[in-house]
C-alpha cells in the first residue's frame, strides 16, 4: 500500500458531526495509528525540506499534533496558534470564517523572533479560514513566507483554492469531496 493509501484508510468518517449535514473527517485514527502517523509526518516533512524554513506552526488543535511532529523530524521550534484567550502574553488576534461559525485565533507577538520562512500545518481545509487566518497573524507576527500543509484538502469547497490565490503554496496529502454520502 502507498502511504496516501494508508493515511486514507486510517481516517474515520462520521456523519452529522458537529451538526447535521456535516461529514467530519477524524484523524484521532491517524495519530493512532503509527504507521499512518509516521506517513503523514514524513510527508509534509519531505515536502518542507527544500523550502529553508525555519519554524513550524500549527492551529489548534490537531495542527498542533501534526506541526509539533514535523518540527521535531525538521529539527525546528513550533508555534502554537490559538483559540482566543489561551495564550498569557500579548498576542495578535485574527477572526475567521468556519464552514459553520465564527471563531478567533492569536498568537504570541514575539512567537517568531527573527524567524521569516514559516510551515503552517493543520489537519484539513475545507473553506480556508482557520489557515488563512493562521497565516495573517504569521505575517503580524514577522514572517515573509509561509507555507502550508495539511492532511485533507476539500476540493467541493473553494478553501485551497482561497489559500493558492492569497500567495501561499498549499500541500495537501489528501483530497478528497467532503460532502455526505
Given at each position: ?6 493515511i486514507?484508510h ?16 477524524d ?16 510527508l509534509i ?43 498569557p ?8 470564517a468556519?464552514?459553520?461559525g ?7 507577538q514575539?512567537?517568531l ?18 489557515m ?6 504569521l505575517?503580524?507576527?514577522g ?5 502550508t ?5 476539500f ?27
Amino acid at each position: 500500500m502507498t502511504a496516501k493509501e494508508i493515511i486514507h484508510h486510517a481516517i474515520r468518517k462520521i456523519p452529522d458531526y458537529p451538526q447535521k449535514g456535516i461529514l467530519f473527517y477524524d484523524i484521532t485514527t491517524i495519530l493512532n495509528n503509527a504507521n499512518a502517523f509516521h506517513q503523514v509526518v514524513n510527508l509534509i516533512a519531505d515536502y518542507a525540506q527544500d523550502k529553508h524554513i525555519e519554524m513550524v506552526a500549527g492551529l489548534e488543535a490537531r495542527g498542533f499534533i501534526l506541526g509539533a511532529a514535523v518540527a521535531y523530524r525538521l529539527g525546528l521550534g513550533f508555534v502554537p496558534i490559538r483559540k482566543k484567550g489561551k495564550l498569557p502574553c500579548a498576542t495578535f488576534s485574527q477572526d475567521y470564517a468556519l464552514e459553520y461559525g465564527n471563531a478567533t485565533v492569536e498568537i504570541h507577538q514575539d512567537a517568531l523572533g527573527s524567524c521569516q520562512k514559516v510551515l503552517l500545518c493543520d489537519d484539513l481545509i475545507a473553506t480556508g479560514g482557520t489557515m488563512l487566518a493562521g497565516a495573517e497573524l504569521l505575517r503580524q507576527a514577522g514572517a515573509s513566507d509561509i507555507f502550508t500543509a495539511c492532511v485533507i484538502e476539500f476540493t467541493d469547497m473553494d478553501g485551497g483554492q482561497k489559500i493558492r490565490q492569497a500567495g501561499l503554496p498549499l500541500f495537501s496529502i489528501l483530497q478528497a469531496d467532503g460532502s455526505m454520502p
